[in-house]
């Protein structure tokens, strides 16, 4: 059992930065692949970004260039660094985690067996 605990979220500006974290109790943390989704209210659950086992990194086209995702896995963390922050990327933002998603599933809820509790991002003037 991997447990997820996220966080790191808060209320922003627009053109603001946050720093999402997610530390996870796992043994053998590196062979994980690492996801952030997010849903707003009254929207499904959508694909932010994740990085496998390589750190090799993918990114939905709506927060390409702006958000970065990165791994520590001495720490058993996992980062998502988030600039240029817009109102749209208001959602409560989850962790997931998997060691059997493949290549193609990367981007679906699906695939992932282990989530967080989820941390609010607000992004208002």
């Known amino acids: 059992q991997v447990q997820l605990v996220e966080s790191g979220g808060g209320s922003v500006q627009p053109g603001g930065s946050l720093r999402l974290s997610c530390t996870a109790s796992?043994?053998?943390?590196?062979?994980?692949?690492m996801a952030w989704f997010r849903q707003a209210p009254g929207k499904e659950r959508e694909f932010v970004t994740a990085?496998?086992?390589?750190?090799?990194?993918y990114y939905a086209d709506s927060v390409k260039g702006r958000f970065t995702i990165s791994r520590d896995n001495a720490k058993n963390t996992v980062y998502v660094q988030m600039n240029s922050l817009k109102p749209e990327d208001t959602a409560v933002y989850y962790c997931?985690?998997?060691?059997?998603?493949?290549?193609?599933?990367?981007?679906?809820?699906?695939?992932?067996?282990?989530w967080g509790q989820g941390t609010q991002v607000t992004v208002s003037s």
């Open positions: 997931a985690a998997s060691s059997t998603v493949i290549l193609s599933s990367t981007r679906s809820a699906t695939a992932y067996a282990y």
């Open positions: 796992a043994d053998s943390f590196s062979r994980y692949v």
């Open positions: 990085i496998n086992r390589s750190r090799n990194t």
